[in-house]
């Protein structure tokens, strides 16, 4: 019952959008009808400058990270920290409270990720500043990060369901930037 209350709990917590809560709250406006539309941190940069940048991305994070927190206190194992860790993006992606429109959980993803493995979000961060040097395109170099974290696990001989797990989440993470993808691909930067 503590598992299925921690996944919910989770999830739930993943619905709290910190740049919709900053729109609407300081600027009285609602993020998702505003720039590229999406509640991420990116789009309240961009619209309402680096300070609400800032508290949006760190706001997002700590969710993930408090979810995998949470998990580790209570006693569970690793395993169930991902498997939190999936549910918490997957409740920021597809929020029930915003009518399943949600941000693109990449902030989420990141502080839960640093609190689950450190030494993997190191490799991880690695992986991305380096493709970042190369291919100078934030959205690029963050989605083939993300995408290498399954090998990244797999390097350091984590069981096959962590694999699953870590495949799962940079599905629905892909799955969020997929108009990002498509914008891409077609304009061919």
Avoid: W
């Amino acid at each position: 019952m503590l598992l299925i209350s921690l996944i919910i709990g989770s999830y739930i917590l993943g619905n709290l959008l910190i740049g919709s809560v900053i729109s609407t709250f300081y600027y009285k406006e609602e993020i998702r009808t505003k720039g590229s539309g999406n509640p991420g941190a990116r789009n309240v940069g961009r619209l309402y400058g680096k300070k609400a940048f800032v508290v949006t991305f760190l706001g997002d994070a700590l969710k993930g990270a408090i979810a995998v927190l949470a998990a580790r206190l209570f006693g569970f194992n690793q395993l169930i920290e991902l498997l939190v860790l999936v549910s918490v993006v997957v409740g920021h992606v597809y929020p029930i409270l915003f009518k399943f429109r949600g941000g693109k959980g990449v902030s989420t993803f990141i502080g839960g990720l640093l609190v689950f493995s450190p030494l993997v979000f190191a490799i991880f961060a690695s992986v991305f500043a380096i493709l970042y040097l190369f291919v100078k395109n934030f959205t690029a170099a963050g989605i083939s990060a993300i995408v290498s974290l399954p090998i990244i696990l797999l390097v350091f001989s984590y069981h096959t369901q962590f694999i699953l797990l870590t495949c799962l989440l940079c599905g629905i993470i892909l799955v969020a930037h997929r108009g990002d993808l498509k914008l891409k691909y077609r304009t061919g930067n």
